[in-house]
């Protein structure tokens, strides 16, 4: 797996949407956090772009994310956020010139699909906070990020949950949110689990098709030869009026019951203003015990 350099001072990190829209206004504070930390910003034409919903044109975004992937001096591609739109230009992208110069992409949720593509491609990315969160992120979510970013040591997570499945895995941490992985099953840029410490998370789902997507990657052999298993937040899970039977909790460890890999909760990830960063495609050791869990990074 490759690592993109690390960044120094002085470095450009470039701010694109590859999905939803976003205002110039709305990513000031993340401008102004990059210069705090020393960082050159370079701003994406998609940022101010609409089209509907999204940052500008399917071509638009393509041609402003195509432009950041091969502009060598920009040292980072920090995606403003999510929604949806990712999945619709990643066939357009044109990866050639990045895997010359490999750069980290930074960004979750509909990222997932570039960190998915990524690890295929064995470049590995920053699964954390994106500009449009910056100003309701905890300090030790941005703090994380700055570290991975500028490659100084990463803090073990510590937490608690008593639905923890104890034990402990080694391998290459992969993943993102699960409905995005759902989307990509049988698809070029589905990711391949074997071995590796799979993390998930999602926002706004029904507790039946969290059951469903679980299911799916189950069936895709997801869990068959998997090291560990990382929930990060499950956020505003809804049911219906005849209720499901479970929680999110209780659906992920029936799902995976039969198999010895250990499972934590709680990880500070994913949909939730203590969102910390996580280096995919690293090595990782993870262990769940009666006390809680810790991600320690090889």
């Known amino acids: 797996m490759i690592l993109p350099?690390?960044?120094?001072?002085?470095?450009?990190?470039?701010?694109?949407?590859?999905?939803?829209?976003?205002?110039?206004?709305?990513?000031t504070p993340a401008i102004n956090l990059l210069k705090s930390w020393g960082l050159k910003v370079v701003i994406g034409d998609t940022i101010d772009l609409s089209e509907n919903q999204y940052a500008g044109s399917d071509e638009e975004r393509t041609k402003d994310f195509q432009a950041m992937l091969d502009n060598t001096k920009?040292?980072?591609?920090?995606?403003?956020?999510?929604?949806?739109?990712?999945?619709?230009?990643?066939?357009?992208?044109?990866?050639?010139?990045?895997l010359k110069n490999p750069k980290w992409i930074i960004g979750?949720?509909?990222?997932?699909?570039?960190?998915?593509?990524?690890?295929?491609?064995?470049?590995?990315?920053?699964?954390?906070?994106?500009?449009?969160?910056?100003?309701?992120?905890?300090?030790k979510a941005l703090k994380s990020l700055k570290k991975t970013l500028f490659g100084q040591k990463i803090d073990k997570s510590v937490s608690f949950s008593k639905k923890n499945k104890l034990g402990k895995g080694k391998?290459?941490?992969?993943?993102?949110?699960?409905?995005?992985?759902?989307?990509?099953?049988?698809?070029?840029?589905?990711?391949?689990?074997?071995?590796?410490?799979?993390?998930?998370?999602?926002?706004?789902?029904?507790?039946?098709?969290?059951?469903?997507?679980?299911?799916?990657?189950?069936r895709n052999g997801y869990f068959d030869n998997l090291q560990g298993l990382i929930v990060g937040g499950m956020t505003q899970m809804h049911d219906n009026t005849i209720p499901f039977g479970k929680t999110a909790k209780e659906i992920i460890l029936d799902a995976?019951?039969?198999?010895?890999?250990?499972?934590?909760?709680?990880?500070?990830?994913?949909?939730?203003?203590?969102?910390?960063?996580?280096?995919?495609g690293a090595e990782v050791e993870m262990e769940a015990t009666d006390k809680g869990y810790q991600l320690t990074y090889l």
């Open 74 to 98: 920009v040292k980072a591609i920090w995606c403003a956020r999510g929604g949806y739109g990712t999945l619709r230009i990643i066939d357009q992208l044109d990866f050639s010139s990045f």
């Open 108 to 139: 979750y949720s509909d990222i997932t699909v570039l960190h998915s593509h990524l690890h295929n491609s064995g470049v590995a990315s920053s699964h954390a906070t994106m500009p449009i969160n910056v100003q309701k992120n905890t300090k």
């Open 171 to 218: 391998g290459k941490l992969v993943g993102g949110n699960l409905s995005i992985l759902y989307s990509l099953l049988g698809s070029k840029t589905s990711i391949n689990t074997d071995g590796k410490i799979l993390f998930i998370e999602d926002l706004d789902e029904y507790l039946y098709h969290v059951d469903r997507m679980i299911i799916g990657l189950k």
């Open 5 to 27: 350099d690390f960044l120094q001072e002085g470095d450009s990190v470039a701010i694109v949407s590859a999905a939803r829209k976003i205002s110039l206004g709305e990513i």
């Open 256 to 280: 995976v019951s039969e198999y010895d890999f250990p499972v934590c909760f709680k990880f500070p990830a994913g949909h939730i203003d203590d969102n910390r960063a996580l280096m995919l």
